[in-house]
T-cell receptor, first 116, second 115 residues
Framework: AQKVTQAQTEISVVEKEDVTLDCVYE???????LFWYKQPPSGELVFLIR??????QNEISGRYSWNFQKSTSSFNFTITASQVVDSAVYFC?????????????FGAGTTVTVRA | DTEVTQTPKHLVMGMTNKKSLKCEQH?????MYWYKQKAKKPPELMFV???????INESVPSRFSPECPNSSLLNLHLHALQPEDSALYLC??????????????FGDGTRLSIL
């Protein structure tokens, strides 16, 4: 069975602070894919990144960066110099093609509030 | 702007009404999905269509009836809904069929309220 745990329910920061969102996943599959999505108050889930299990390179995209560590089954997400527009719910998700083909297993989500 | 378009944005209906939610994408994706999302919860998968054929029904009650008229359109027909069906309904699509490993792209959703 697949499982994604986002232990942080809510995080509140002041603008320009860095914020790190934790994501821990569980799967017995050796091939799997990890995703992060952002959901602003408007409702749309915005795709941020996909990482496959064979690629442990960390990635940076503007103010966003991701740290994938298979040894700890974690795929953490950092927003550097946060802005008010970063306020949203962030979901980490896991997909295991072999054991559960179509399904995205979502974490519970972390609500990020950035105060001006 | 999202590349997956959902209409209407908001819908209020009585328990005896019949209504439909619509979803459209023009990215050439061949897998389309319906999700239900309650407040402060992650999305829950309802249906998956792959190449216009229903591939997955996650034990959804028959008062929800999906339809995929063509590769760009996905409908969700609603009939005799219950108050607990009030939620945000999200449509998504992904490249290739359902077995494709491309990311799912979501629409803005329809906020449904059942009176």
């Amino acid at each position: 069975a697949q499982k994604v745990t986002q232990a942080q329910t809510e995080i509140s920061v002041v603008e320009k602070e860095d914020v790190t969102l934790d994501c821990v996943y569980e799967t017995r599959d050796t091939t799997y894919y990890l995703f992060w999505y952002k959901q602003p108050p408007s409702g749309e889930l915005v795709f941020l990144i996909r990482r496959n299990s064979f690629d442990e390179q960390n990635e940076i995209s503007g103010r966003y960066s991701w740290n994938f560590q298979k040894s700890t089954s974690s795929f953490n997400f950092t927003i550097t110099a946060s802005q008010v527009v970063d306020s949203a719910v962030y979901f980490c998700a896991l997909r295991c093609p072999r054991s559960n083909d179509y399904k995205l297993s979502f974490g519970a989500g972390t609500t990020v509030t950035v105060r001006a | 702007d999202t590349e997956v378009t959902q209409t209407p944005k908001h819908l209020v209906m009585g328990m005896t009404n019949k209504k439909s939610l619509k979803c459209e994408q023009h990215m050439g994706h061949r897998a389309m999905y319906w999700y239900k999302q309650k407040a402060k919860k992650p999305p829950e998968l309802m249906f998956v269509y792959s190449y216009e054929k229903l591939s997955i029904n996650e034990s959804v009650p028959s008062r929800f009836s999906p339809e995929c008229p063509n590769s760009s359109l996905l409908n969700l027909h609603l009939h005799a809904l219950q108050p607990e069906d009030s939620a945000l309904y999200l449509c998504a699509s992904s490249h290739g069929g359902g077995r494709s490993l491309g990311p799912q792209h979501f629409g803005d959703g329809t906020r449904l309220s059942i009176l």
